[in-house]
C-alpha cells in the first residue's frame, strides 16, 4: 500500500470547517484512500473512503485532487467531539480490500470552544 | 446499529499468566482483527481470520498467540504466557467482506501486565 504523509497536528474553532490534508504521491491506480479516526483511546472509527471521485457522507467530505496524489478531509462544523486523531490510510481494493489496514501516526485534530 | 464488543474492558493480569480476550464481531461479517496498541504509540495490526483460519500476520504475533473462533459467534485471542510489554490495548474489528473492505472497530480490552 502507499506511504501517506500528514502534518502531525492542527487544530480549529468549533463550529468551523476542518480540512485535514494528506499526500499520497505514489498511490496507484486500484488504491482507495480511507479515513479513520481515533477518539482519545477509543477504538478507531471509519470516516470515508474514497477512489478519485468527491465523496460525501454524514461525517465528512473527501476531496481527491485530480492526480490523486493528495486528498482533503472536510469536517464541515467541528465539535469539541471531533477532537481526535485522524488517519489517512491507501489501500487497495478488491480481493486487496479486507487485508490489514496500516496505521500511521496521524493527525491530531484539536477543536478549540 | 450493529457494534462489535470486546470484554473484558480491562484486565490486570500477572507476568507469565495465560489471557483471554473476547469479541463479539457484528454479525454476518466475514473478516476478522485484532490490532493492539501500546500507550502513546501507532495502532499496529496483529492478525486477520477468514473462514476459519488466519489470512495474515504481523511479527508481533509469534507463538504466544493464538486467535480462535470457537462458536460462530465470539472471536478470541490468547496470550499463553504474558510479558510486561504484551500490556497495551486490544482493539477486536470485523469486516463484512465487501469490495471495499471498511473495518468496524470494537472499543478495546485494555491489558495491564504487572
Known amino acids: 500500500d502507499a506511504k501517506t504523509t500528514q502534518p502531525p497536528s492542527m487544530d480549529c474553532a468549533e463550529g468551523r470547517a476542518a480540512n485535514l490534508p494528506c499526500n499520497h504521491s505514489?498511490?496507484?491506480?486500484?488504491?482507495?484512500v480511507y479515513w479513520y479516526r481515533q477518539i482519545h483511546s477509543q477504538g478507531p472509527q471509519y470516516i470515508i473512503h474514497?477512489?478519485?471521485n468527491n465523496e460525501t457522507n454524514e461525517m465528512a467530505s473527501l476531496i481527491i485532487t485530480e492526480d490523486r496524489k493528495s486528498s482533503t478531509l472536510i469536517l464541515p462544523h467541528a465539535t469539541l467531539r471531533d477532537t481526535a486523531v485522524y488517519y489517512c490510510?491507501?489501500?487497495?481494493?478488491?480481493?486487496?480490500?479486507?487485508?490489514?489496514?496500516?496505521f500511521g501516526k496521524g493527525i491530531t485534530l484539536s477543536v478549540r470552544p | 446499529e450493529p457494534e462489535v464488543t470486546q470484554t473484558p474492558s480491562h484486565q490486570v493480569t500477572q507476568m507469565g499468566q495465560e489471557v483471554i480476550l473476547r469479541c463479539v464481531p457484528i454479525?454476518?461479517?466475514?473478516?476478522f482483527y485484532w490490532y493492539r496498541q501500546i500507550l502513546g504509540q501507532k495502532v499496529e495490526f496483529l492478525v486477520s481470520f477468514y473462514n476459519n483460519e488466519i489470512s495474515e500476520k504481523s511479527e508481533i504475533f509469534d507463538d504466544q498467540f493464538s486467535v480462535e473462533r470457537p462458536d460462530g459467534s465470539n472471536f478470541t485471542l490468547k496470550i499463553r504466557s504474558t510479558k510486561l510489554e504484551d500490556s497495551a490495548m486490544y482493539f477486536c474489528?470485523?469486516?463484512?467482506?465487501?469490495?471495499?473492505?471498511?473495518?468496524?472497530f470494537g472499543e478495546g480490552s485494555r491489558l495491564t501486565v504487572l
Open positions: 474489528a470485523s469486516n463484512p467482506g465487501l469490495f471495499t473492505g471498511e473495518l468496524f
Open positions: 490510510i491507501v489501500r487497495v481494493a478488491g480481493s486487496g480490500a479486507n487485508s490489514k489496514l496500516t
Open positions: 474514497g477512489l478519485k
Open positions: 505514489t498511490i496507484s491506480g486500484n488504491e482507495y
Open positions: 454479525s454476518n461479517h466475514l473478516y
